[in-house]
């Protein structure tokens, strides 16, 4: 049975930077995502919560359109998001994605893997490129690490890279699918506390995760999925102390 959404969010964003209208995917017979609509504002700070297997990464992923859609739009920055050509690859850049395998190039260094997106996509000078990258290093704390390869850092310094990779495209846009759920729980935190500080600094950030401190702390809105819908939306107090929708209820009753 479905029922209408819960919408306790702050209303219409007042200047959005991400808009999704009815979007669909399916993959085969599965609708995993089933009419999202959903407008993030500029500066905003999202966190997407729910159950496995609840379309949340189909959801992240079609942001960027590592997977196209069905049906609906999806618009960055007043621009529609085409499904394929060279638009596309220029509105992508502007979705900075963080993944929670870090996916970092594990043959170049920490400073190659941060200056090739810049050079490449960006088209800056290696060393205009190569400085931008040693200042993001040093804003993640792990300037220190830039001339080793991936395998030599930890998982949360590996992840720090990863964010300074994505920053160093100058996203409009910053989409966390995840990110601490690979890493030892000593690590946890190093990796929470710079997107804490990347959401004060005004990142508009989209996040998945399982982290609820940082959903209190950090969000500005929390959007829960079940089965390929946005079930309930509200600001994080209002969703954890008083959630309306029997599946937020459910969902938090068994991980809180
Ligand atoms: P979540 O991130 O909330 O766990 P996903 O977006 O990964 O959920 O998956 C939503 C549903 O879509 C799941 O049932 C999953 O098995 C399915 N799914 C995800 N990716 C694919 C794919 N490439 N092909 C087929 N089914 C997929
Ligand atoms: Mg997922």
Redesign the pocket.
């Known amino acids: 049975m479905s029922q209408a959404p819960v919408n306790d969010g702050t209303g219409p964003a007042a200047d959005p930077l991400v808009v999704l209208n009815k979007v669909n995917k399916h993959?085969?017979a599965?609708h995993?995502?089933q009419d999202i609509d959903l407008s993030i504002a500029r500066g905003e700070v999202v966190v997407v919560i729910?159950?496995?297997?609840?379309?949340?990464?189909?959801?992240?992923?079609t942001i960027n359109r590592l997977?196209t859609t069905d049906s609906g739009t999806i618009t960055i920055d007043g621009r529609p998001l085409p499904q394929e050509g060279r638009e596309l690859a220029r509105l992508r850049a502007d979705v900075g994605m963080v993944f929670q395998s870090f996916n970092l190039f594990a043959h170049k260094t920490v400073l190659a893997n941060v200056t090739l997106g810049q050079t490449k996509v960006r088209k800056k000078d290696r060393a205009t490129a190569e400085a931008t990258a040693r200042t993001l290093l040093d804003r993640v704390g792990v300037g220190a690490q830039a001339d080793k390869y991936p395998a030599q850092l930890s998982g949360g310094q590996q992840q720090r890279v990863a964010i300074a990779r994505a920053l160093a495209m100058d996203p409009k846009v910053m989409l966390f699918?995840?990110p601490t759920s690979a890493l030892d729980p000593e690590m946890i935190n190093e990796v929470l506390e710079v997107m804490q500080q990347l959401a004060r600094d005004g990142m508009t950030m989209v996040v998945?995760t399982h982290e609820m401190g940082f959903a209190r702390s950090a969000a500005d809105r929390v959007v829960f999925?079940a089965d390929?819908r946005i079930v309930e939306e509200a600001v994080p107090d209002r969703f954890f102390s008083n959630p309306r929708s029997d599946r937020a209820k459910d969902f938090l009753s068994k991980i809180l």
């Open positions: 993959f085969g599965l995993v995502l729910g159950p496995s297997g609840s379309g949340k990464s189909t959801l992240c992923r997977e699918d995840e998945v999925m390929g």
